[in-house]
């Protein structure tokens, strides 16, 4: 089968176009991990695990995917800096104050 949008050749069972991410016309369910409603859930609260499910969505383009995997990546470094800030800057001091009294 020939991908009407970039004329390359897809798979025979293939529902989306490997390099464009257009629908090749079959009607089937997609898959629950091509949902785009889970990969933005999956992206904002655990977004190292939304990488996975980001690459196999076919939907995405290659510079989409790579995008995306950037800013899940920026944004977990993000958070694991603000955890580290908040345990060394306000739970640290609670506890370097119990162990000077001791």
Known sequence: MICHKCQKEAGPEDSY????????GNNEV??????????ILLAVFFPIVAIPFIW???QFSPKAKKLSTTACVMYTLFL???ILYFFFFHIG????QIYKEL
């Open 30 to 39: 997609t898959p629950w991990y091509s949902n785009i409603s889970l990969i």
């Open 93 to 96: 001091k609670y506890y370097l």
């Open 17 to 24: 176009c490997r390099f464009c991410g257009a629908g090749l």
């Open 80 to 82: 694991i800096g603000m």
């Open 56 to 58: 196999r969505n076919p």
